[in-house]
């Protein structure tokens, strides 16, 4: 019960943290927006194949800015008072939650401005919304995870980059396969669903890993 | 000079495997030729480094148990030399598929991109980035403990992600590479009897191989560091 309300404190904290510190949230809303608006006046339309591959690669850059920023802020007294009122399963468990609420939000905000501005080839728009939030909480899960190991190093911001790309290939894959789907490409009976039991059963083992190994990184 | 019995054992199993893999009678295909002799060092190599990475993970996980330095310069220094047999993999793999994959009316490097987009070669490029990354992530922190607890950490955690991935990939892409369901050349049906004698062994002596250079370079590394240790 106590842990329910710790991690229930933290995610708030962090949910009034994000609405406050203002240049953070609209920050990142900006930078959707001029990713996109790049991506609009280099490319024009694009064929449903390249839109599906920009989409996953704007997806995986903007979920490195949001979740990166979740370790890197946290100030070096801050981290050491939330040492002494909580544990680091509860701690993790907390930002993870944050994490995956925030990348939900931007995953939203990231659709609609892509489609307004590269249009909307799929068949199923709100299918393709539905497999791009699968994708925003894998992603975000992962570089949860990776944005803790990395606030621990010098140079954060590349070295999540490093230390994730490879780790993530197969998820994105998963996903650009799944969300051809959505794009009225036949599938054998089932397929999908197998792709998205497998998204879900890597998720859990993720979460998992988070709650094993992090206590080893949270003692400094 | 007194060796282990294990280091003799390597010597002798590689001496093997290159006299008996070059000179032991291997079955004749049309493809393949003479190429197939390659196998005794190429698969080897994956064998090897994956072994190898196997190992720094068990001792990255001591490290975490106990603490002991000594468990965060043997993990490094397997990683290393598995990294140095992942390479080695690639390049015994170039050759092959030069011979094999490469579309003879191009130059071979011409082929590369439709080359590695082979599911095993995207595997093993996952593999060797991470362990790339593993050593960028150990140089960037100064702090020798943070440093070997922080690395432990990611060894772990990209180790068990690397896993599954090596098993869904090929499951997601046509692939030309031998092996398509589980391990190449591990399955019975895969490989000749008569390059099986020469196979294993050539898989073990590598392996022990690799193992006698970490060795030999975690005795430096605890030289190096004996002030801390």
Known sequence: MRAYNHFNALVKKEILLELRQQHSLYGMMLYIASTIFVLYLTIGNAEAEIWNALFWITQLFICINAVAKSFLQEAKGRMLYHYSITSPTTFILAKITSNVLLMFVMNIINLVLYTAFLGDPTSSYFGFMGISLIGALGLSLVFTMLAAIASKAMQQASLMAILGFPIIIPQLMLLVKLSKSAFSEIFRDGAPLQIVMLLVALDISVIFLAIILYPFLWKD | ?229
């Not at chain 2, 698969?43 to 480094?49: D, G, R, S």
């Not at chain 2, 095993?120 to 992530?137: C, E």
């Not at chain 2, 390059?195 to 970490?214: D, E, K, Q, S």
Request: proline share 5%; hydrophobic share 50%; glycine share 6%.
């Open chain 2, 1 to 229: 000079m007194k060796l282990s019995w294990w280091k003799i054992l390597s010597i002798i199993l590689l001496l093997y495997a290159v006299i008996g893999g070059f000179l032991l009678p291997v079955p004749e295909l049309s493809q393949l030729g003479e190429t197939i002799r390659n196998l005794y060092f190429h698969v080897c190599m994956w064998f090897a480094m994956m072994i190898l990475f196997t190992v720094s993970i068990v001792h990255s996980v001591k490290y975490l148990k106990n603490t002991n330095l000594k468990h965060d310069i043997k993990a490094k220094s397997y990683a290393q030399v598995g990294t140095y047999m992942g390479l080695l993999g690639y390049l015994t793999g170039g050759i092959w598929a030069s011979f094999t994959w490469a579309d003879p009316n191009n130059p071979a490097y011409a082929s590369f991109g439709s080359i590695m987009r082979e599911p095993k070669l995207i595997g093993a490029a996952m593999a060797l980035l991470i362990y790339g990354a593993y050593f960028i992530l150990r140089s960037s922190i100064k702090d020798m403990d943070q440093r070997a607890r922080v690395s432990a950490v990611y060894n772990i955690f990209a180790y068990t992600m690397l896993f599954p991935s090596i098993w869904i990939i090929p499951r997601l892409l046509p692939s030309l590479h031998p092996g398509q369901e589980g391990n190449p050349a591990l399955n019975f049906n895969d490989i000749d009897s008569r390059m099986r004698m020469v196979f294993y062994p050539a898989v073990i002596g590598w392996t022990l191989l690799g193992a006698w250079i970490a060795s030999v370079k975690i005795r430096i590394d605890f030289i190096i560091e004996k002030n801390i240790i």
